[in-house]
């Protein structure tokens, strides 16, 4: 009958197959666990074929069942547990097999990607790192382990990481010979690793807020050859955050520029309206932030800056229902109402301006904001107080006349 099934299983007879192994199983030694093991494990991999992980999950818990240590079983088990993206249970039927077969890089390359997954990136380091020490030679997995540190926070440990990578591979080559194609892909492999170490160096320079440091990096990296659009948007970022306003919109213009790239258009267009609006380029300030509101609508701050743009270009009707819709938003609540305020002075509405003045005293805490509000309270009060007078005198005069 075992012969019988592997005659089938070359025929592709696959449940003609089980069948065999079924009477393999009735008629063998149930206390024989090698035996009994090697036929549930059989029977697991048939039903893997034919993709009826249900039954070959069965089959694999009996194959362990006989078998503990059975490292097959183990990583069938985490095969079928990853295509149904059951990451915990995988993760452990990995790290089992790993004991076993503590020299499978492949499989080791899997558990990392897995904890990644699981957002376990201290661990997906140290996996990477064991995969490293086994060869030396393939920087790649120095490289992966230090951008899970970088993901697990470990900014500092990463960046210095990353130092000494870049500081043991970076070779200028300077040659006026034509190399060797051989030489050739070696040197496109050595740049790659490096352009992606520039990079996530960058990253983690950005982090720990050395936006100077980050920059070079970035540019750094599209020197050798980094996807340019990626590190194109970190740049954006990174001098956005550190409030370098002409460098926003230069990147910004280069990637936008760029026909193969693919970026984030919304917090694009908010980074680049915002920073028009910082060097008070306000009618490209307004084009860029209706941009990220129709790429975006549900990013906040866009309304807001694009009011701050049109108050400042004296449009305080559009101004005015910006505000409104950055304050549905709850986004700088305070500076909407008295920004809005302001909007309502100039169009002579001291109404709602008063309510408005009155929210900017109970929506925040900024003092300047409330300083100012009151200083327009006091200025609508006179108002007020003078409109009362000659609505008095008005009074009078008619009594006179009458």
Not at 115 to 141: D, K, S, T
Not at 377 to 399: C, K, V
Request: with cysteine.
């Amino acid at each position: 009958y075992y012969q019988l099934a592997n005659i089938a299983i070359g025929q592709g007879n696959y449940e003609e197959a089980l069948a065999y192994l079924d009477e393999c199983a009735a008629l063998a030694d149930e206390n024989d666990s090698a035996v009994m093991s090697d036929l549930a494990l059989r029977q697991a991999s048939l039903y893997m074929l034919m993709q009826n992980y249900t039954d070959a999950l069965t089959a694999l818990e009996s194959a362990l069942e006989y078998d503990p240590e059975s490292s097959q079983a183990l990583l069938l088990r985490a095969q079928i547990e990853l295509s149904q993206q059951s990451y915990l249970p995988a993760a452990r039927d990995l790290e089992s097999y790993l004991e076993l077969v503590p020299d499978d890089a492949s499989v080791r390359q899997n558990l990392a990607q897995v904890y990644e997954a699981l957002g376990r990136y201290a661990e997906a380091a140290e996996c990477y790192e064991a995969i490293y020490a086994q060869y030396p030679q393939e920087g790649v997995y120095r490289l992966e382990a230090l951008r899970c540190q970088l993901l697990a926070g470990e900014y500092e440990t990463a960046r210095d990481g990353f130092d000494a990578y870049i500081e043991e591979n970076e070779q200028t080559v300077v040659s006026d010979t034509s190399p060797a194609p051989s030489a050739d892909t070696q040197t496109a492999s050595s740049n790659a690793l490096l352009a992606t170490a520039y990079f996530l160096r960058g990253c983690c320079q950005m982090q720990l807020s050395d936006y100077a440091l980050a920059t070079a990096d970035f540019e750094s990296a599209i020197g050798y050859g980094y996807d340019e659009a990626a590190a194109l948007e970190q740049l954006v970022t990174c001098s956005y955050v550190s409030g370098g306003y002409e460098a926003v919109m230069t990147y910004g213009e280069r990637l936008l520029a760029m026909s193969d790239a693919s970026p984030s258009l919304g917090s694009l267009y908010q980074q680049m309206g915002a920073s028009a609006m910082s060097l008070e380029r306000y009618d490209e300030a307004v084009e860029y932030l209706t941009l990220a509101i129709e790429s975006a609508p549900e990013l906040v701050g866009s309304y807001y800056y694009r009011g701050v743009s049109l108050l400042s270009l004296g449009r305080y009707e559009e101004a005015v229902e910006d505000f409104t819709r950055s304050i549905e938003q709850d986004y700088l609540t305070q500076f909407c109402y008295y920004n809005r305020g302001v909007c309502y002075v100039n169009l002579l509405d001291y109404d709602s301006a008063l309510d408005d003045m009155e929210m900017t005293l109970t929506s925040g805490d900024e003092q300047t904001l409330k300083d100012a509000a009151t200083n327009i309270l006091w200025q609508l009060a006179q108002y007020y107080e003078s409109q009362r007078l000659l609505e008095g005198e008005q009074i009078e005069a008619e009594q006179i006349v009458e």
